[in-house]
């Protein structure tokens, strides 16, 4: 049964919470998603640190423990990222990707779950071929223009910083579990 849904909680986006409320799979990227987007490589050309936001692994983990699924599509190989994806439970790590879209269909075709099942974080081009196909589109607040412009939801928080969280609270108020996890939080 569909719950009634309070669009006072998100004046801006009206139909961020209605558009949250079925679904299935949340997507994000990496690099200015998970973490701020800066790149720490050594002069041998290897990447040594990725810093990753705590509240927004917080966030999944709670995701993930109501049935929603996660998964990550990022244009870089880093074994940070897969340490990360394997500490938070999410089991659909894609690294290495150039081309978002046909991942994104193969995963949708292995769940057996349509696009408008799905809501996916991005900050860039790379990210524009997914977020236009999903049923709900979000953005950190330092996403480029482009990617804001089509975003049905541009998070207040900056990716690496709270963005994340912002969209799985979102989603977990539209599907009726936040006020339940708060509760048992407080116990």
């Known amino acids: 049964m569909k719950q009634t849904l ?51 692994g917080h966030g999944l983990k709670m995701l993930i423990s109501k049935g929603i699924q996660v ?16 500490a938070l439970g999410v089991e659909h790590v894609f690294m290495g990707v150039d081309d978002k879209k046909s991942t994104f269909i193969k995963l949708l075709m292995q769940l057996k779950l349509q696009a408008t099942d799905c809501a996916a974080v991005g900050d860039d081009w790379p990210d524009l071929a997914v977020l236009t196909q999903v049923r709900f589109a979000a953005a950190p607040a330092n996403a480029h223009q482009e990617v804001q412009r089509i975003a049905h939801y541009i998070c207040s928080n900056r990716g690496g910083g709270g963005a994340v969280r912002e969209i799985c609270d979102l989603i977990l108020t539209a599907q009726n579990h936040y006020q339940d996890l708060l509760a048992e939080a407080k116990k």
């Open 71 to 86: 998964a990550i599509i990022t244009g870089r190989n880093s074994p940070m990222v897969k340490m990360r994806a394997q």
């Open 6 to 56: 309070n669009t006072n909680l998100y004046p801006n986006y009206p139909q961020a919470l209605e558009r949250a409320q079925d679904i299935q799979l949340l997507i994000l990227d990496v690099d200015g998603v998970l973490t701020d987007g800066s790149l720490f490589i050594s002069p041998d050309g290897i990447e040594h640190l990725k810093v990753f936001d705590s509240l927004d």
